[in-house]
């Protein structure tokens, strides 16, 4: 079965701190990945997406990810964090006309 | 162009009472997921809708729930005689097609259900 794996659940870092979150993800085949944000008490949105081409993704707010086909990976990451990064990040996965299947999430704190 | 709205917000329900969660798609878009986040874990995949057909319906508990999407109007998820397991924070996110890849999906707000 599909599945996607987040390897942390909580971070804390302080600001201006690098971060990077972990991802990887089952499947076989074209797969396109994405990496959502929830600021407390919002809902989901979109940070990057992944779809074919450069595996070097860039999204909003200062976030990349990169694909790595042979690691069945797609970690996030941005270089200098600030204190409004606070939030939950997902890192979501979807084979061709399979449903969006989220991993477990990420829980980042930036201490100001 | 009014995002996914979902209501209510927040719900409040007994045990045993009947939920009802109710989800407007963004203009132009026919497929209507819902995903279940209870507290501590990631978002859960309950069921993808096009209009007037469930696509897939793997994640839905086999008893108490349902989902549809009708020809007119909002898709709504029905929970039956409410559990304190059924706390949890609902979303509902649409996109314009289904099976093509490069439609990410749009988010609601989600309803919040607390059990009581």
């Known amino acids: 079965a599909q599945s996607v794996s987040q390897h942390n659940h909580h971070v804390i870092l302080s600001e201006a701190a690098s971060l990077e979150l972990g991802c990887n993800y089952s499947?076989?085949?074209?797969?396109?990945l994405f990496w959502y944000v929830q600021y407390p008490g919002q809902h989901l949105q979109l940070l990057l997406k992944y779809f074919s081409g450069d595996p070097l993704v860039k999204g909003i707010k200062g976030f990349e990810a990169e694909f790595i086909k042979s690691k069945f990976s797609f970690n996030l990451r941005k270089p200098s964090v600030q204190w409004s990064d606070t939030a939950e990040y997902f890192c979501a996965a979807k084979a061709a006309g399979n449903k969006l299947t989220f991993g477990g999430g990420t829980r980042v704190l930036v201490k100001p | 162009n009014a995002g996914v709205m979902q209501n209510p917000r927040h719900l409040v329900r007994r045990r045993g009472q009947e939920a009802r969660l109710r989800c407007s798609p963004m203009k132009g878009h026919s497929h209507v997921y819902w995903y279940r986040q209870l507290p501590e874990e990631g978002l859960k995949f309950m069921v993808y809708?096009?209009?007037?057909?469930?696509?897939?319906e793997s994640g839905m508990p086999k008893e108490r729930f349902s989902a549809e999407f009708p020809k007119e109007g909002p898709s709504i998820l029905r929970i039956q005689q409410v559990v304190r397991g059924d706390s949890a924070a609902y979303f509902c996110?649409?996109?314009?097609?289904?099976?093509?890849?490069?439609?990410?999906?749009?988010f609601g707000n989600g309803t919040r259900l607390t059990v009581t």
């Open positions: 499947y076989g085949g074209t797969v396109n």
């Open positions: 996110a649409s996109s314009p097609t289904g099976g093509a890849n490069n439609s990410p999906l749009h």
């Open positions: 809708l096009q209009k007037e057909n469930i696509i897939d």
